[in-house]
């Protein structure tokens, strides 16, 4: 059993519901970095999506449980929405509140959030893939930039170095850039060795890492994502559409 487990292992992986807000902060995103193709990978049942494509964005969303039909998915969110606040209001002290203000605040916005993403995903199914890591469907260079939160990292103790490095790879391989937050795990530990044993395996691989501060603090001591861009060896992938199932794209 790992050392996680018991009061610092929040149990299955969540589905969450995080705000547009929540992004931009989390990965420092700027105007620029919003005005080419963005894929969220895990997605989940966040409205960042429908909501960067509102201002503009091709955003995109990747997630293995988008295979479940919507009504199901959607009833399976409130019910992750609710193990997810009373795991943050019965860990309060391992968060920092400034963003929110408080827990029942937190977890409105998360609720207005998923109110958002079960619109979108009625109303353009087909801008959610379901789709695993370390395995995505779409073709070398896909998009700009992918987005990952609250996977890698978040759950070390049952995804190892191996699954690290591949996912991280894979995405390296989808996106000219790679953003990943938070570097610790779900109980807020830092994980140097884990850390630095992926950036040394990306390096050997051809891919560039570095870490980057945020302005965003909400599980205590997380105020740092990673950053990956390979060297480009793609060629014909920019007149493509949006990602979708199969590797193909469409608009």
């Known amino acids: 059993m790992s050392e996680l487990r018991g009061a610092t292992d929040i149990g299955d992986f969540l ?3 995080r705000s547009f807000d929540e992004y931009r902060a989390m990965f420092a995103l700027t105007d620029a970095d919003l005005r080419g193709r963005v894929l969220d990978c895990p997605g989940g049942g966040a409205s960042f999506t429908a909501a ?3 201002r503009g964005t091709e955003a995109f969303a990747v997630d293995p ?3 479940s039909p919507p009504r199901e998915l959607v009833a399976r969110l409130d019910s992750e ?3 997810g606040s009373a795991w943050a209001t019965a860990n ?3 968060y920092v509140w400034d963003h929110y203000g408080d827990p029942a605040a937190h977890a409105r916005l998360r609720a207005e959030s998923a109110a958002v993403f079960a619109r979108d995903l009625a109303e353009r199914p087909g801008h959610h893939v379901a789709a695993a890591l370390p395995h995505l469907p ?3 260079g896909a998009v700009d930039l992918v987005l990952s939160s609250h996977l890698l990292f978040t759950y070390a103790d049952r995804l190892d170095i191996g699954f690290h490095v591949a996912a991280l790879h894979e995405m390296a391989r ?3 850039e790679v953003r990943v937050f938070p570097l610790v795990d779900q109980a807020g530990r830092a994980l140097p060795d884990l850390l630095a044993a992926v950036v040394a395996e990306l390096d050997d691989a051809g891919v560039q890492a570095r870490v980057q501060d945020v302005p ?4 205590r001591g997380a105020r740092s994502m990673l950053r990956l861009r390979s060297v480009p060896t793609r060629t014909g992938v920019r007149d493509a559409g949006a990602p979708g199932v199969g590797g193909r794209m469409r608009p």
């Open 138 to 140: 779409f073709p070398d």
């Open 92 to 94: 309060a002290e391992r």
């Open 81 to 83: 929405l609710a193990r």
């Open 174 to 176: 989808v996106g000219a």
């Open 65 to 67: 449980v988008y295979a």
């Open 52 to 54: 960067a494509r509102a």
């Open 216 to 219: 965003y603090e909400f599980q």
């Open 15 to 17: 589905v969450s519901a």
